[in-house]
């Protein structure tokens, strides 16, 4: 096990809804990244946080957005859900922004109907 | 653009040959690749690094090549066994904020017994 844990494991939502999905990293780690997984794809970089900040942010719309908090647990925020986004949702936590040294949690994941 | 290949097929092998993964990738000099195992509904588990300066590295029954010219990276693991099946990604540092990482599709790995 990594040490990172995702919530809810499983969401159900319906197209314009709202969603919080959240990420506890782990001991220690500074950096949280998160990815969106279709089906048969790979992740799909959203964005990074560092230190509660937005640090990169990949080719999503404005309506994903992100918070990490003072003890590095984060959260990512998906307002007018749309079909497409029906994904596996996973975060990485890692140290000083690198993530070439980074660990899954185990995602969560959300479907949109 | 970055982009990444990985054989979208399944691969099926016998179990105790080797199996030999490969990803490819293109407009894009790396500076490290990495190789993850992921299993269904989990999410990835980071394997090995190789960097650029490097064209081998081992780890128990895993095997990486780089090849910079080629722009090729080959992922073996001999010995295979029932357990080794899973879909392995592969994944490169993106240039820029908005790619921090960049995963390849993945090849789905069956090890029959």
């Known amino acids: 096990e990594t040490g990172v844990t995702q919530s809810p494991t499983h969401l159900i939502k319906t197209r314009g809804q709202q969603v919080t999905l959240r990420c506890s990293s782990q001991?220690?780690?500074?950096?949280v990244s998160w990815y969106q997984q279709a089906l048969g794809q790979g992740p799909q970089f959203i964005f990074q946080?560092?230190?509660?900040?937005?640090?990169g942010r990949g080719n999503f719309p404005p309506r994903f957005s992100g918070l990490q908090f003072p003890n590095y647990s984060s959260e990512l925020n998906v307002n007018a859900l749309e079909l497409d986004d029906s994904a596996l949702y996973l975060c990485?936590?890692?140290?000083?922004?690198?993530?070439?040294?980074?660990?899954f949690g185990p995602g969560t994941r959300l479907t949109v109907l | 653009s970055q982009k990444i290949e990985q054989n979208s097929e399944a691969l099926n092998i016998q179990e105790g040959k080797t199996a030999t993964l490969t990803c490819n990738y293109t407009?894009?000099?790396?500076?490290?690749l990495q190789w993850y195992r992921q299993d269904p509904g989990r999410g990835p588990v980071f394997l090995l690094l190789?960097?650029?300066?490097?064209k081998e590295k081992r780890k128990e029954r895993l095997k990486v090549t780089f090849d910079t010219t080629l722009k090729q990276s080959l992922f073996h693991i001999t010995a295979s066994q029932p357990a080794d099946s899973a879909t392995y990604l592969c994944?490169?540092?993106?240039?820029?904020?908005?790619?921090?990482?960049?995963f390849g599709s993945g090849t789905r790995l069956s090890i029959r017994p």
């Open positions: 990485a936590s890692s140290l000083e922004q690198i993530v070439d040294t980074q660990y």
């Open positions: 001991s220690g780690h500074n950096t």
């Open positions: 946080y560092y230190r509660e900040e937005e640090n």
């Open positions: 407009n894009y000099s790396p500076a490290y």
């Open positions: 190789i960097r650029e300066n490097e």
């Open positions: 994944a490169l540092p993106g240039y820029s904020s908005a790619s921090k990482i960049i």
